[in-house]
């Protein structure tokens, strides 16, 4: 136990010597976004169609030597996703079920990041609170046509 302190004694003074300086930076994304539960992909009557999902946060770190840095990332995000049925029971073939899910929510991490020849790695735990934003459900009849044509 000695030998322990004294080695994070030594390590806490060498990182004393290093001017401590702050970074700060904002990231954001933008893509597509849908359902994975498996039992609407393996049903034929359901079609997940994914939708447009973004996020953005802020990241603040800061660092006591070139090596070992602590981040807060707080941050902000909207997913969607549609789910579409066909063949309900009770209802013509021409009869579809469309169900529009949008969720939104906040997170945060607090990080420990270790910096090494302009690599790094950033762990630490990741918080986060999502809500409902907003479901819609309607019902649709539409009339499929295809036409074949002979080549």
């Known amino acids: 136990m000695k030998k322990t302190f004294s080695l994070f004694l030594l390590l806490l003074v060498s990182n004393l ?3 401590v300086w702050f970074d700060f930076g904002l990231n954001g994304s933008l893509g597509s976004g849908s359902y ?3 039992s609407f992909f393996s049903d034929s009557r359901f079609n997940v169609v994914p939708k447009l999902n973004n996020s953005f946060a802020l990241k603040i770190g800061v660092n006591p030597s070139n090596k070992h840095s602590a981040v807060i990332e707080l941050g902000y995000g909207k997913r969607a996703y ?3 049925q066909a063949f309900v029971p009770g ?11 949008n ?5 945060g991490a607090l990080l420990y990041r270790n910096t090494n020849e ?5 762990v630490g735990p990741m918080f986060g ?3 409902l934003k907003h479901q819609e459900l309607s019902k649709s009849i539409f ?3 295809i036409l074949i044509r002979p080549i």
Request: charged share 10%; net charge negative; proline share 0%.
């Open 82 to 84: 549609a789910i579409y």
């Open 118 to 122: 302009g690599t790094f790695i950033e």
């Open 36 to 38: 994975l539960g498996n």
């Open 91 to 101: 209802q013509n073939d021409h009869f579809v079920l469309t169900q529009q899910i």
């Open 143 to 145: 009339q499929l046509n």
């Open 129 to 131: 609170m999502m809500h």
């Open 103 to 107: 969720f939104s929510g906040f997170q």
């Open 17 to 19: 010597k290093a001017q």
